[in-house]
Protein backbone atom coordinates (compact mmCIF):
# COMPACT_ATOMS: atom_id res chain seq x y z
CA UNK A 1 0.00 0.00 0.00
CA UNK A 2 1.17 3.83 -0.85
CA UNK A 3 1.61 5.02 2.74
CA UNK A 4 3.00 8.55 1.60
CA UNK A 5 4.27 10.28 -1.42
CA UNK A 6 6.84 13.21 -0.76
CA UNK A 7 7.24 15.81 -4.21
CA UNK A 8 9.65 18.46 -4.55
CA UNK A 9 10.25 20.74 -7.28
CA UNK A 10 8.23 19.08 -9.89
CA UNK A 11 6.66 21.57 -12.00
CA UNK A 12 4.28 23.55 -10.07
CA UNK A 13 4.87 21.68 -6.90
CA UNK A 14 7.31 23.41 -4.71
CA UNK A 15 7.00 20.76 -2.02
CA UNK A 16 4.29 18.49 -1.04
CA UNK A 17 4.51 16.05 1.94
CA UNK A 18 0.48 14.04 1.45
CA UNK A 19 -0.51 10.49 3.03
CA UNK A 20 -2.50 8.37 1.79
CA UNK A 21 -5.75 5.94 3.34
CA UNK A 22 -5.96 2.45 2.86
CA UNK A 23 -9.17 1.63 1.04
CA UNK A 24 -10.79 4.14 -1.72
CA UNK A 25 -9.14 7.44 -2.35
CA UNK A 26 -10.19 10.17 -4.57
CA UNK A 27 -8.54 12.77 -6.19
CA UNK A 28 -10.03 15.97 -7.60
CA UNK A 29 -9.55 19.20 -8.96
CA UNK A 30 -10.12 21.94 -11.72
CA UNK A 31 -9.12 21.50 -15.19
CA UNK A 32 -4.94 22.62 -14.82
CA UNK A 33 -5.11 22.44 -11.16
CA UNK A 34 -2.22 20.18 -11.55
CA UNK A 35 -3.80 16.37 -11.04
CA UNK A 36 -1.63 15.16 -14.18
CA UNK A 37 1.80 16.50 -12.27
CA UNK A 38 0.21 13.88 -9.27
CA UNK A 39 0.83 11.03 -11.64
CA UNK A 40 3.67 11.97 -13.68
CA UNK A 41 5.46 12.20 -10.29
CA UNK A 42 3.64 8.64 -8.82
CA UNK A 43 5.02 7.29 -12.59
CA UNK A 44 8.49 9.11 -11.89
CA UNK A 45 9.36 7.58 -8.71
CA UNK A 46 8.21 4.15 -10.37
CA UNK A 47 10.61 4.14 -12.84
CA UNK A 48 8.95 5.78 -16.03
CA UNK A 49 11.06 7.84 -18.12
CA UNK A 50 12.46 11.12 -16.83
CA UNK A 51 12.09 14.20 -18.64
CA UNK A 52 14.26 16.99 -17.49
CA UNK A 53 11.07 19.18 -18.34
CA UNK A 54 9.13 18.03 -14.72
CA UNK A 55 11.86 20.40 -12.65
CA UNK A 56 10.71 23.28 -11.59
CA UNK A 57 11.78 26.44 -13.53
CA UNK A 58 13.46 27.60 -10.16
CA UNK A 59 15.52 24.78 -8.81
CA UNK A 60 18.09 22.81 -9.74
CA UNK A 61 17.04 19.31 -8.90
CA UNK A 62 13.45 17.39 -8.16
CA UNK A 63 13.02 14.59 -5.66
CA UNK A 64 10.22 12.24 -5.40
CA UNK A 65 9.85 9.55 -2.65
CA UNK A 66 7.03 7.27 -1.84
CA UNK A 67 6.64 4.89 1.36
CA UNK A 68 4.80 1.39 0.71
CA UNK A 69 3.99 -1.04 3.68
CA UNK A 70 4.14 -4.45 2.30
CA UNK A 71 2.12 -6.86 3.87
CA UNK A 72 2.34 -9.79 1.47
CA UNK A 73 4.63 -12.37 2.17
CA UNK A 74 4.87 -13.29 -0.97
CA UNK A 75 5.61 -9.72 -2.22
CA UNK A 76 8.32 -10.15 0.68
CA UNK A 77 10.19 -12.74 -0.57
CA UNK A 78 10.10 -11.21 -4.61
CA UNK A 79 11.57 -8.08 -2.68
CA UNK A 80 14.19 -9.68 -0.98
CA UNK A 81 15.34 -11.74 -4.14
CA UNK A 82 15.97 -8.62 -5.40
CA UNK A 83 18.36 -7.35 -2.78
CA UNK A 84 15.81 -4.99 -1.22
CA UNK A 85 13.79 -6.64 1.78
CA UNK A 86 11.30 -4.34 3.56
CA UNK A 87 12.39 -2.63 6.59
CA UNK A 88 9.94 -2.97 9.53
CA UNK A 89 7.35 -3.85 6.57
CA UNK A 90 8.03 -0.84 4.61
CA UNK A 91 9.69 0.22 1.47
CA UNK A 92 11.18 3.99 0.55
CA UNK A 93 11.29 4.20 -3.10
CA UNK A 94 13.19 7.75 -4.08
CA UNK A 95 13.83 9.69 -7.46
CA UNK A 96 16.08 12.62 -7.61
CA UNK A 97 16.43 14.97 -10.94
CA UNK A 98 18.72 17.35 -11.67
CA UNK A 99 18.66 19.80 -14.63
CA UNK A 100 22.34 18.90 -15.09
CA UNK A 101 20.84 15.05 -16.25
CA UNK A 102 22.15 13.29 -12.91
CA UNK A 103 19.04 10.70 -12.37
CA UNK A 104 19.44 9.19 -8.90
CA UNK A 105 18.01 5.97 -7.94
CA UNK A 106 17.51 4.70 -3.94
CA UNK A 107 15.64 1.99 -2.53
CA UNK A 108 15.44 1.75 1.40
CA UNK A 109 18.23 4.50 1.66
CA UNK A 110 20.66 2.51 -1.12
CA UNK A 111 21.46 3.45 -4.82
CA UNK A 112 20.19 0.93 -7.31
CA UNK A 113 19.64 0.95 -10.98
CA UNK A 114 16.47 2.22 -12.91
CA UNK A 115 15.68 -1.11 -14.27
CA UNK A 116 16.05 -2.71 -10.35
CA UNK A 117 13.08 -0.14 -9.24
CA UNK A 118 11.39 -0.64 -12.08
CA UNK A 119 10.81 -4.30 -11.19
CA UNK A 120 10.36 -3.39 -7.62
CA UNK A 121 7.64 -1.33 -8.71
CA UNK A 122 5.80 -3.83 -10.89
CA UNK A 123 5.47 -5.26 -7.48
CA UNK A 124 3.78 -2.80 -5.29
CA UNK A 125 1.66 -0.60 -7.97
CA UNK A 126 -0.08 -0.34 -11.42
CA UNK A 127 -1.18 2.89 -12.72
CA UNK A 128 -3.66 2.71 -15.57
CA UNK A 129 -4.61 6.04 -17.12
CA UNK A 130 -4.50 7.07 -20.65
CA UNK A 131 -0.42 7.47 -21.01
CA UNK A 132 0.85 5.12 -18.69
CA UNK A 133 2.08 1.99 -18.98
CA UNK A 134 -0.70 -1.37 -18.44
CA UNK A 135 0.12 -4.97 -17.97
CA UNK A 136 -2.80 -5.34 -20.68
CA UNK A 137 -0.91 -3.88 -23.26
CA UNK A 138 1.74 -6.44 -23.25
CA UNK A 139 0.37 -9.77 -25.18
CA UNK A 140 2.85 -11.61 -23.22
CA UNK A 141 0.36 -11.03 -19.73
CA UNK A 142 -2.72 -12.07 -21.02
CA UNK A 143 -1.69 -16.02 -20.38
CA UNK A 144 -0.88 -15.00 -16.73
CA UNK A 145 -4.19 -12.98 -16.48
CA UNK A 146 -6.54 -15.80 -17.20
CA UNK A 147 -4.56 -18.10 -15.38
CA UNK A 148 -5.24 -16.07 -12.81
CA UNK A 149 -8.94 -15.89 -13.55
CA UNK A 150 -9.40 -19.25 -13.92
CA UNK A 151 -7.00 -20.48 -11.17
CA UNK A 152 -9.33 -22.72 -9.46
CA UNK A 153 -9.57 -25.12 -12.68
CA UNK A 154 -6.13 -24.29 -14.36
CA UNK A 155 -3.98 -24.54 -11.59
CA UNK A 156 -4.12 -28.47 -10.83
CA UNK A 157 -3.97 -28.47 -14.82
CA UNK A 158 -1.37 -26.46 -15.03
CA UNK A 159 1.08 -28.63 -12.47
CA UNK A 160 0.39 -31.73 -14.65
CA UNK A 161 1.66 -29.84 -17.67
CA UNK A 162 4.78 -29.07 -15.61
CA UNK A 163 5.46 -32.32 -13.67
CA UNK A 164 4.88 -34.12 -17.48
CA UNK A 165 7.61 -31.29 -18.79
CA UNK A 166 10.32 -31.49 -16.09
CA UNK A 167 10.04 -35.44 -16.86
CA UNK A 168 11.28 -35.16 -20.52
CA UNK A 169 13.38 -32.46 -19.71
CA UNK A 170 15.09 -34.97 -17.14
CA UNK A 171 15.05 -37.88 -19.96
CA UNK A 172 16.60 -35.45 -22.83
CA UNK A 173 19.08 -34.24 -20.74
CA UNK A 174 20.06 -37.89 -19.91
CA UNK A 175 20.30 -38.54 -23.71
CA UNK A 176 22.46 -35.58 -24.53
CA UNK A 177 24.81 -36.02 -21.59
CA UNK A 178 25.18 -39.82 -22.68
CA UNK A 179 28.41 -39.75 -24.50
CA UNK A 180 31.18 -42.28 -23.92
CA UNK A 181 31.47 -45.80 -24.58
CA UNK A 182 30.21 -48.51 -21.74
CA UNK A 183 33.67 -49.24 -21.13
CA UNK A 184 34.56 -45.81 -20.62
CA UNK A 185 31.32 -45.10 -18.29
CA UNK A 186 32.49 -48.49 -16.62
CA UNK A 187 35.51 -46.82 -15.87
CA UNK A 188 34.65 -43.65 -14.39
CA UNK A 189 32.15 -45.55 -12.35
CA UNK A 190 35.18 -48.05 -11.27
CA UNK A 191 37.33 -44.59 -10.21
CA UNK A 192 34.23 -43.18 -7.88
CA UNK A 193 33.44 -46.42 -6.43
CA UNK A 194 37.24 -46.83 -5.52
CA UNK A 195 36.84 -42.66 -3.86
CA UNK A 196 33.81 -43.49 -2.07
CA UNK A 197 35.06 -46.74 -0.26
CA UNK A 198 38.13 -44.38 0.85
CA UNK A 199 36.02 -42.02 2.00
CA UNK A 200 33.51 -44.29 3.66
CA UNK A 201 36.53 -46.55 5.71
CA UNK A 202 37.63 -43.30 7.59
CA UNK A 203 34.34 -42.91 9.21
CA UNK A 204 34.86 -39.15 9.14
CA UNK A 205 32.64 -37.08 11.21
CA UNK A 206 32.07 -33.48 9.73
CA UNK A 207 34.40 -30.73 11.86
CA UNK A 208 36.56 -33.25 13.76
CA UNK A 209 39.53 -31.98 12.79
CA UNK A 210 39.46 -29.36 15.14
CA UNK A 211 38.31 -31.15 18.76
CA UNK A 212 41.42 -33.53 17.61
CA UNK A 213 43.81 -30.02 16.98
CA UNK A 214 42.97 -28.92 20.39
CA UNK A 215 43.06 -32.56 22.12
CA UNK A 216 46.25 -32.97 20.41
CA UNK A 217 47.74 -29.50 21.58
CA UNK A 218 46.74 -30.38 25.30
CA UNK A 219 48.64 -33.40 25.15
CA UNK A 220 51.40 -32.16 23.63
CA UNK A 221 51.87 -29.57 26.30
CA UNK A 222 51.08 -31.86 29.19
CA UNK A 223 53.77 -31.61 31.21
CA UNK A 224 54.45 -28.08 30.95
CA UNK A 225 49.97 -27.39 31.62
CA UNK A 226 51.00 -29.67 34.64
CA UNK A 227 53.64 -27.64 36.03
CA UNK A 228 51.81 -24.41 35.77
CA UNK A 229 49.04 -25.81 37.75
CA UNK A 230 51.02 -27.27 40.47
CA UNK A 231 52.61 -23.77 40.94
CA UNK A 232 49.89 -22.01 41.03
CA UNK A 233 48.64 -24.65 43.60
CA UNK A 234 51.69 -24.51 45.45
CA UNK A 235 51.46 -20.55 45.45
CA UNK A 236 47.96 -20.11 46.92
CA UNK A 237 47.02 -23.39 49.04
CA UNK A 238 50.71 -25.43 48.60
CA UNK A 239 51.63 -25.11 52.07
CA UNK A 240 50.26 -24.35 55.63
CA UNK A 241 51.97 -20.92 56.04
CA UNK A 242 53.71 -18.94 53.51
CA UNK A 243 50.81 -18.87 50.88
CA UNK A 244 48.17 -16.29 49.40
CA UNK A 245 45.41 -18.28 50.89
CA UNK A 246 46.87 -18.22 54.19
CA UNK A 247 47.98 -14.21 54.21
CA UNK A 248 44.34 -13.46 53.22
CA UNK A 249 43.23 -15.60 55.84
CA UNK A 250 45.40 -14.02 58.94
CA UNK A 251 44.43 -10.61 57.04
CA UNK A 252 40.86 -11.04 57.43
CA UNK A 253 41.48 -12.21 60.90
CA UNK A 254 43.24 -9.16 61.93
CA UNK A 255 40.55 -7.00 60.54
CA UNK A 256 37.73 -8.58 62.23
CA UNK A 257 39.65 -7.85 65.46
CA UNK A 258 39.80 -3.81 64.66
CA UNK A 259 36.01 -4.22 63.43
CA UNK A 260 34.82 -4.59 67.10
CA UNK A 261 36.79 -1.35 67.97
CA UNK A 262 35.74 0.75 64.73
CA UNK A 263 33.00 -0.60 62.88
CA UNK A 264 34.40 0.81 59.56
CA UNK A 265 37.03 -1.49 59.25
CA UNK A 266 33.80 -4.47 58.82
CA UNK A 267 33.87 -4.12 55.24
CA UNK A 268 37.44 -4.21 54.53
CA UNK A 269 37.61 -7.49 56.99
CA UNK A 270 34.51 -9.21 55.00
CA UNK A 271 36.14 -8.26 51.50
CA UNK A 272 39.17 -10.06 52.60
CA UNK A 273 37.08 -13.20 53.54
CA UNK A 274 35.34 -13.36 50.27
CA UNK A 275 39.20 -12.59 48.58
CA UNK A 276 40.06 -15.85 50.88
CA UNK A 277 37.03 -18.23 49.71
CA UNK A 278 38.09 -16.94 45.78
CA UNK A 279 41.21 -18.23 46.04
CA UNK A 280 40.52 -20.86 47.90
CA UNK A 281 37.67 -22.13 45.34
CA UNK A 282 40.47 -21.05 42.65
CA UNK A 283 43.47 -23.11 44.56
CA UNK A 284 40.72 -26.27 44.65
CA UNK A 285 40.25 -26.11 40.71
CA UNK A 286 44.02 -26.15 39.83
CA UNK A 287 44.45 -29.19 42.28
CA UNK A 288 41.53 -31.03 40.25
CA UNK A 289 42.82 -30.17 36.88
CA UNK A 290 46.21 -31.09 37.45
CA UNK A 291 44.87 -34.33 38.33
CA UNK A 292 42.99 -34.63 34.49
CA UNK A 293 45.91 -33.24 32.59
CA UNK A 294 48.22 -36.67 32.27
CA UNK A 295 50.27 -37.12 29.25
CA UNK A 296 49.51 -39.63 26.98
CA UNK A 297 51.74 -40.77 24.40
CA UNK A 298 49.29 -43.41 23.05
CA UNK A 299 46.44 -41.48 22.81
CA UNK A 300 48.48 -38.31 21.05
CA UNK A 301 49.99 -40.97 18.40
CA UNK A 302 46.06 -41.75 17.45
CA UNK A 303 45.10 -38.01 17.56
CA UNK A 304 47.89 -37.60 15.15
CA UNK A 305 47.63 -40.71 13.31
CA UNK A 306 43.75 -39.38 12.97
CA UNK A 307 44.74 -36.15 11.62
CA UNK A 308 46.98 -37.58 9.18
CA UNK A 309 44.07 -39.51 7.52
CA UNK A 310 41.93 -36.23 7.24
CA UNK A 311 44.62 -34.25 5.70
CA UNK A 312 45.62 -36.99 3.44
CA UNK A 313 42.17 -37.14 2.05
CA UNK A 314 41.75 -33.32 1.95
CA UNK A 315 44.69 -33.34 -0.55
CA UNK A 316 42.72 -35.77 -2.51
CA UNK A 317 39.32 -34.47 -2.37
CA UNK A 318 39.30 -31.19 -0.84
CA UNK A 319 40.49 -29.20 2.53
CA UNK A 320 38.92 -30.56 5.84
CA UNK A 321 36.14 -32.95 6.81
CA UNK A 322 33.20 -31.00 5.45
CA UNK A 323 34.69 -30.85 1.84
CA UNK A 324 35.87 -34.04 1.94
CA UNK A 325 32.04 -35.87 2.58
CA UNK A 326 30.88 -33.27 0.37
CA UNK A 327 32.60 -34.88 -2.34
CA UNK A 328 31.72 -38.33 -1.10
CA UNK A 329 28.10 -36.74 -1.56
CA UNK A 330 28.95 -35.65 -5.09
CA UNK A 331 30.42 -38.97 -6.17
CA UNK A 332 27.26 -40.90 -5.38
CA UNK A 333 25.01 -38.58 -7.38
CA UNK A 334 27.55 -39.07 -10.77
CA UNK A 335 27.27 -42.79 -10.06
CA UNK A 336 23.87 -42.39 -10.47
CA UNK A 337 23.52 -39.87 -13.01
CA UNK A 338 26.40 -42.34 -14.70
CA UNK A 339 24.06 -45.37 -14.30
CA UNK A 340 21.36 -43.28 -15.93
CA UNK A 341 23.48 -42.38 -19.14
CA UNK A 342 24.06 -46.34 -19.65
CA UNK A 343 20.66 -46.75 -20.07
CA UNK A 344 19.83 -48.57 -23.25
CA UNK A 345 19.75 -45.76 -25.98
CA UNK A 346 16.42 -47.45 -27.53
CA UNK A 347 14.94 -47.89 -23.80
CA UNK A 348 15.87 -44.07 -23.43
CA UNK A 349 14.22 -42.85 -26.38
CA UNK A 350 11.22 -45.36 -25.49
CA UNK A 351 10.47 -43.08 -22.18
CA UNK A 352 11.30 -39.68 -23.54
CA UNK A 353 8.95 -40.78 -26.56
CA UNK A 354 5.90 -41.84 -23.60
CA UNK A 355 7.47 -38.58 -22.09
CA UNK A 356 6.65 -36.18 -24.63
CA UNK A 357 3.24 -38.21 -25.38
CA UNK A 358 2.00 -37.40 -21.60
CA UNK A 359 2.93 -33.73 -21.94
CA UNK A 360 0.81 -33.68 -25.10
CA UNK A 361 -1.67 -35.18 -23.38
CA UNK A 362 -1.56 -32.77 -20.26
CA UNK A 363 -0.83 -29.63 -22.29
CA UNK A 364 -3.84 -30.27 -24.46
CA UNK A 365 -6.01 -30.79 -21.46
CA UNK A 366 -5.09 -27.58 -20.33
CA UNK A 367 -5.27 -25.35 -23.65
CA UNK A 368 -9.07 -27.01 -23.94
CA UNK A 369 -9.72 -26.23 -20.30
CA UNK A 370 -8.41 -22.36 -20.81
CA UNK A 371 -10.89 -21.48 -23.82
CA UNK A 372 -13.21 -22.67 -21.54
CA UNK A 373 -12.25 -20.54 -18.75
CA UNK A 374 -11.76 -17.72 -21.16
CA UNK A 375 -15.30 -18.11 -22.19
CA UNK A 376 -16.49 -17.48 -18.89
CA UNK A 377 -14.25 -14.48 -18.65
CA UNK A 378 -15.38 -12.86 -21.82
CA UNK A 379 -19.06 -13.18 -20.83
CA UNK A 380 -18.12 -11.51 -17.55
CA UNK A 381 -16.02 -8.82 -18.85
CA UNK A 382 -18.15 -8.20 -21.47
CA UNK A 383 -21.11 -7.52 -18.62
CA UNK A 384 -19.17 -5.28 -16.93
CA UNK A 385 -17.90 -3.45 -20.14
CA UNK A 386 -21.46 -2.80 -20.89
CA UNK A 387 -22.26 -1.43 -17.42
CA UNK A 388 -19.49 0.73 -17.58
CA UNK A 389 -20.51 2.75 -20.70
CA UNK A 390 -19.02 0.88 -23.00
CA UNK A 391 -22.59 -0.78 -24.66
CA UNK A 392 -21.27 -2.21 -27.60
CA UNK A 393 -17.40 -3.93 -27.15
CA UNK A 394 -17.01 -7.52 -27.58
CA UNK A 395 -14.18 -9.09 -26.35
CA UNK A 396 -12.34 -12.42 -27.41
CA UNK A 397 -8.96 -13.79 -27.77
CA UNK A 398 -6.45 -15.62 -30.46
CA UNK A 399 -5.43 -18.64 -28.75
CA UNK A 400 -1.88 -19.87 -30.61
CA UNK A 401 -0.50 -23.66 -29.94
CA UNK A 402 3.50 -24.00 -30.22
CA UNK A 403 5.07 -27.56 -30.49
CA UNK A 404 7.78 -26.23 -28.11
CA UNK A 405 7.94 -27.93 -24.58
CA UNK A 406 7.80 -25.37 -21.64
CA UNK A 407 6.63 -25.65 -17.99
CA UNK A 408 3.57 -23.59 -18.61
CA UNK A 409 1.79 -25.20 -21.97
CA UNK A 410 2.02 -24.49 -25.28
CA UNK A 411 -0.23 -21.73 -25.41
CA UNK A 412 0.24 -17.70 -26.14
CA UNK A 413 -2.89 -15.55 -26.04
CA UNK A 414 -3.64 -12.12 -27.38
CA UNK A 415 -6.52 -10.49 -25.95
CA UNK A 416 -9.10 -8.82 -29.01
CA UNK A 417 -11.33 -6.41 -28.47
CA UNK A 418 -14.26 -4.01 -30.70
CA UNK A 419 -15.43 -0.83 -29.08
CA UNK A 420 -17.99 0.12 -31.79
CA UNK A 421 -20.66 -1.53 -33.14
CA UNK A 422 -19.84 -3.11 -36.70
CA UNK A 423 -16.07 -2.63 -36.27
CA UNK A 424 -13.81 -5.84 -36.31
CA UNK A 425 -12.21 -7.34 -33.45
CA UNK A 426 -8.83 -5.96 -33.15
CA UNK A 427 -5.04 -6.53 -30.84
CA UNK A 428 -6.73 -4.88 -27.57
CA UNK A 429 -3.70 -2.27 -27.59
CA UNK A 430 -4.23 -1.08 -31.06
CA UNK A 431 -7.82 -0.38 -30.83
CA UNK A 432 -8.66 0.79 -26.64
CA UNK A 433 -7.57 3.86 -25.73
CA UNK A 434 -6.67 4.94 -22.44
CA UNK A 435 -10.11 5.81 -20.68
CA UNK A 436 -11.12 2.28 -22.33
CA UNK A 437 -8.20 0.19 -21.31
CA UNK A 438 -8.63 1.57 -17.85
CA UNK A 439 -12.44 0.62 -17.21
CA UNK A 440 -11.26 -2.76 -19.08
CA UNK A 441 -8.23 -3.37 -16.39
CA UNK A 442 -11.49 -2.06 -13.69
CA UNK A 443 -13.99 -4.69 -14.86
CA UNK A 444 -10.75 -7.67 -14.77
CA UNK A 445 -10.22 -6.16 -11.38
CA UNK A 446 -13.89 -6.65 -10.38
CA UNK A 447 -14.49 -9.77 -11.87
CA UNK A 448 -11.33 -11.39 -11.21
CA UNK A 449 -11.34 -11.93 -7.49
CA UNK A 450 -8.67 -14.07 -8.61
CA UNK A 451 -6.70 -12.34 -10.53
CA UNK A 452 -2.55 -11.90 -9.65
CA UNK A 453 -2.16 -8.43 -8.72
CA UNK A 454 -0.57 -5.71 -7.37
CA UNK A 455 -2.00 -3.82 -3.80
CA UNK A 456 -2.35 -0.59 -4.77
CA UNK A 457 -4.28 0.18 -8.17
CA UNK A 458 -4.12 4.01 -9.88
CA UNK A 459 -6.69 4.93 -12.10
CA UNK A 460 -6.50 8.44 -14.08
CA UNK A 461 -9.57 9.55 -15.04
CA UNK A 462 -10.84 6.50 -15.71
CA UNK A 463 -14.25 8.29 -16.21
CA UNK A 464 -13.42 10.42 -18.79
CA UNK A 465 -16.46 9.71 -21.80
CA UNK A 466 -18.75 8.56 -19.19
CA UNK A 467 -21.29 10.44 -16.89
CA UNK A 468 -24.64 9.96 -14.97
CA UNK A 469 -25.79 6.19 -13.97
CA UNK A 470 -22.54 4.69 -15.23
CA UNK A 471 -20.28 7.05 -13.69
CA UNK A 472 -21.86 5.97 -10.32
CA UNK A 473 -21.57 2.29 -11.42
CA UNK A 474 -17.72 2.90 -11.92
CA UNK A 475 -17.53 4.49 -8.45
CA UNK A 476 -19.04 1.33 -7.21
CA UNK A 477 -16.89 -0.85 -8.66
CA UNK A 478 -13.97 1.06 -7.43
CA UNK A 479 -15.17 1.09 -4.06
CA UNK A 480 -15.66 -2.76 -4.24
CA UNK A 481 -12.22 -2.93 -5.19
CA UNK A 482 -11.15 -0.56 -2.39
CA UNK A 483 -12.35 -3.81 0.14
CA UNK A 484 -8.91 -5.39 -0.81
CA UNK A 485 -6.66 -3.07 -2.42
CA UNK A 486 -6.01 0.36 -2.19
CA UNK A 487 -7.54 2.45 -4.46
CA UNK A 488 -6.59 6.27 -5.54
CA UNK A 489 -8.05 7.42 -8.59
CA UNK A 490 -8.30 10.99 -10.43
CA UNK A 491 -11.80 11.76 -11.14
CA UNK A 492 -13.60 14.41 -12.61
CA UNK A 493 -17.63 13.10 -11.42
CA UNK A 494 -19.29 13.78 -8.84
CA UNK A 495 -20.25 10.32 -8.23
CA UNK A 496 -17.10 8.85 -8.08
CA UNK A 497 -16.29 11.01 -5.34
CA UNK A 498 -18.91 10.78 -3.09
CA UNK A 499 -17.85 7.52 -2.12
CA UNK A 500 -14.50 7.95 -0.99
CA UNK A 501 -13.38 6.81 1.86
CA UNK A 502 -10.27 9.88 1.62
CA UNK A 503 -11.01 12.74 -0.35
CA UNK A 504 -7.99 14.93 -1.57
CA UNK A 505 -8.49 18.55 -3.68
CA UNK A 506 -5.60 19.81 -6.25
CA UNK A 507 -5.33 23.23 -6.40
CA UNK A 508 -3.28 25.90 -7.72
CA UNK A 509 -2.83 28.80 -5.87
CA UNK A 510 -0.75 32.52 -6.84
CA UNK A 511 1.80 33.61 -4.35
CA UNK A 512 3.19 36.64 -5.86
CA UNK A 513 4.72 36.13 -9.05
CA UNK A 514 4.83 32.66 -8.38
CA UNK A 515 2.23 29.65 -9.23
CA UNK A 516 1.54 26.37 -6.98
CA UNK A 517 0.43 22.92 -7.01
CA UNK A 518 -1.29 22.16 -3.62
CA UNK A 519 -2.58 19.19 -2.44
CA UNK A 520 -5.02 18.61 0.82
CA UNK A 521 -7.13 15.91 2.45
CA UNK A 522 -10.63 17.44 2.78
CA UNK A 523 -12.75 17.36 5.48
CA UNK A 524 -16.87 16.74 5.45
CA UNK A 525 -17.49 20.57 4.74
CA UNK A 526 -15.16 20.43 2.14
CA UNK A 527 -16.00 17.78 0.41
CA UNK A 528 -19.58 19.17 0.06
CA UNK A 529 -18.59 22.59 -1.58
CA UNK A 530 -15.82 20.16 -3.38
CA UNK A 531 -18.47 17.53 -4.61
CA UNK A 532 -20.80 20.85 -5.62
CA UNK A 533 -18.45 22.24 -7.61
CA UNK A 534 -17.97 18.55 -9.56
CA UNK A 535 -21.73 18.90 -10.11
CA UNK A 536 -21.24 22.74 -11.50
CA UNK A 537 -23.27 24.36 -8.76
CA UNK A 538 -20.60 25.21 -6.03
CA UNK A 539 -21.88 28.67 -5.22
CA UNK A 540 -26.01 27.19 -4.94
CA UNK A 541 -27.76 25.46 -2.03
CA UNK A 542 -29.50 23.12 -4.12
CA UNK A 543 -25.80 22.01 -5.71
CA UNK A 544 -24.85 21.91 -1.90
CA UNK A 545 -27.69 19.32 -1.12
CA UNK A 546 -27.03 17.15 -4.12
CA UNK A 547 -23.40 16.84 -2.80
CA UNK A 548 -24.63 15.79 0.67
CA UNK A 549 -27.41 13.43 -0.79
CA UNK A 550 -24.84 12.06 -2.92
CA UNK A 551 -22.43 11.46 0.05
CA UNK A 552 -25.61 10.10 1.89
CA UNK A 553 -26.48 7.72 -0.50
CA UNK A 554 -22.49 6.78 -0.95
CA UNK A 555 -22.55 6.14 3.47
CA UNK A 556 -25.59 4.00 2.56
CA UNK A 557 -23.94 1.86 -0.02
CA UNK A 558 -20.58 1.42 2.18
CA UNK A 559 -23.17 -0.11 5.48
CA UNK A 560 -24.32 -2.66 3.11
Known amino acids: ?40 SVNLVLGERADRELIGS ?35 LSRELSVAGKNTV ?15 SRLLVDVYGQHEHQSLLNPGEHLKLLDGFGEEKLKPLLDNVQSAAE ?39 EGEEQALSEESNLLENAEEIARALSDGYDALYGSEAGNACAALRDASTSLSVLAQIDASFQALSARLEEAYYTAEDIAFELRDKKGIVESDPFRL ?11 RL ?12 QYHNNALDKIKQLED ?28 ARKEVFEGLKAALEAELHQLGMQSARFSAVFSESERITRNGRDSIEFLLSTNKGEALKPLHKVASGGEMSRI ?33 VGEKLFGISGSRQILCVTHQAQIAALADAHYEISKDEVGDRTFTTLQKLDKAQRIMEISRLIGAENSSSGQSHAKELIEKAARLKRV
Do not use: C
Request: without cysteine.
Open 1 to 40: MLNRIFIQNIALIDKLDVEFEPGFNVLTGETGAGKSIIID
Open 58 to 92: HAQKALVEAVFSVDDSAVAEALDELGFLPEDGELL
Open 106 to 120: RINGRLATLAVLQEV
Open 167 to 205: AVFRLEAIQKGASGSAEEIDREMGELRGQIKEIAAARLI
Open 301 to 311: EEIQARLSIIE
Open 314 to 325: GRKYGSGTKNIL
Open 341 to 368: NKMDAEQLGERLALAKAKWRKEALALSE
Open 441 to 473: MLALKTIGANIAGVDTLIFDEIDAGISGRTAYV
